[in-house]
């Protein structure tokens, strides 16, 4: 009964490192189990993780490898120091992002910045270009201009990216910078050829006549 009653309480409230071996695994991946069914507890500790400097990526509601690979890093270390100061996970991360993260406010507790490429397969690029036709100039792409804008497409990807800056500390900021608009791009370069120019002659007579009552 006793051994049971220790057992049971190491498995709660794991407070050494030696206890990892015995109870913490059970405690902490269930622990896991319950964030990674809730998608606001993975936002919350996606921030967390972020600002006390052990997650990289995005902030997401989508249980990640690399979020696991953050919890695991935060664990350990929180198990370290329970070992003369007990504390919670929560405890432990807010205590973290107070002191500038696990850099300490040595440099490394900076704003993280994330750029986002978007990249399109042949058959979303091709399925891309066709719809801006269709809308522009009323038909179906060729071959060879589906070829040509597919191609100017990728050329602007680098362009198209969007940078995101994450701020550190308990009150995150997130400031998402957007590139080229690639859809946009396109519309522009379809609109600018002869055809373009002519269909949109065009369509602007079409909306005057309309804005007429249809003209006499």
Do not use: H
């Amino acid at each position: 009964m006793p051994v049971g009653s220790s057992s049971s309480v190491a498995k709660i409230v794991p407070r050494t490192p030696e206890e990892k071996q015995s109870g913490t695994t059970s405690d902490y991946t269930e622990f896991l189990s319950v964030v990674a069914k809730s998608p606001a507890l993975i936002t919350g500790y996606s921030k967390l993780l972020k600002a006390a400097g052990y997650y990289k990526g995005k902030i997401t509601d989508k249980y990640t490898p690399a979020l696991q690979t953050a919890f695991t890093k935060a664990e350990e270390a929180r198990l370290s120091i329970s070992a003369v100061r007990p504390m919670s996970r929560d405890d432990f991360l807010q205590e973290t992002i107070s002191l500038g993260g696990i850099g300490g406010g040595s440099g490394s507790s900076g704003p993280t910045t994330v750029t986002s490429v978007t990249k399109y397969k042949p058959e979303a690029a091709q399925q891309l270009v066709n719809s801006i036709i269709q809308d522009t100039l009323g038909r179906k792409a060729t071959p060879a201009e589906i070829k040509k804008y597919s191609a100017m497409l990728k050329a602007v990807e680098g362009k198209a990216a969007s940078t995101t800056t994450y701020g550190k500390g308990a009150n995150q900021t997130q400031t998402t910078m957007a590139g080229l608009n690639e859809q946009q791009y396109l519309v522009d370069k379809i609109s600018g050829t002869d055809e373009g120019k002519a269909n949109k002659v065009l369509g602007f007579y079409e909306t005057f006549m309309n804005a007429l009552g249809g003209g006499r």
